[in-house]
């Protein structure tokens, strides 16, 4: 059967007419937010949270629907005996100082497409509020972009991932404004002796994260 070496289980920069949350996106040529200068960088488009309803806060939300872990070589004993790790990073931003944000979920499912395993997420209020902000010709107060990624071990007997994102909009305004840029999620055989270090992080991290 060979052993897996990595498997990219989604990838998704927002630069084609669709993407597959089924979101709508703004430019960066609109100077909402500071421009991304990350790795990757921002590229030409982002994702927005949509229309919300006016005066009320709000929250949409997007999925990737549930997405099958055994690709790319990838194997359910591989799975089952805890030799496969997941990376899982986003960019996130939001317009201004308003308070809008944006958060990348994952629960990890059975076969049975039972949840199995911790709720990863990425981004969230605290994040997002947390973000630097600066003038960029348009606005004294546009907002930086941050990257957030989490590491760990896919649990024993996950099958599959269903990936969604969470835009929420404070009361004023309509727009959602939680911005999200390439995101990617990927599966790997860790190297010898990594896999336990990686147990013992995903564990500190789910005990040290602060949720949205």
Known sequence: MGSAQAATILSENFEGAVNV???STYTYAQNYTMPNLLTPGGGLRYM???AGITGQVSTNTFSAGSLSLLSGGILASQIDSGQISYNLYSQFSTYRLQGDYAGLFVQFL???SNPTGPLLSLGGS???SALGSGNNGSYPDARDWGADSQLGIVPAGARFANVYIQEVKVAGGTAIDGYVDNVNFTLS????GVAGLLALGGGLLALNRRRP
């Open 126 to 128: 605290a994040f997002t």
């Open 21 to 23: 949350f089924g979101a």
């Open 110 to 112: 059975d076969g049975s």
């Open 189 to 192: 055989v860790p190297e010898p």
């Open 48 to 50: 927005n949270g949509g």
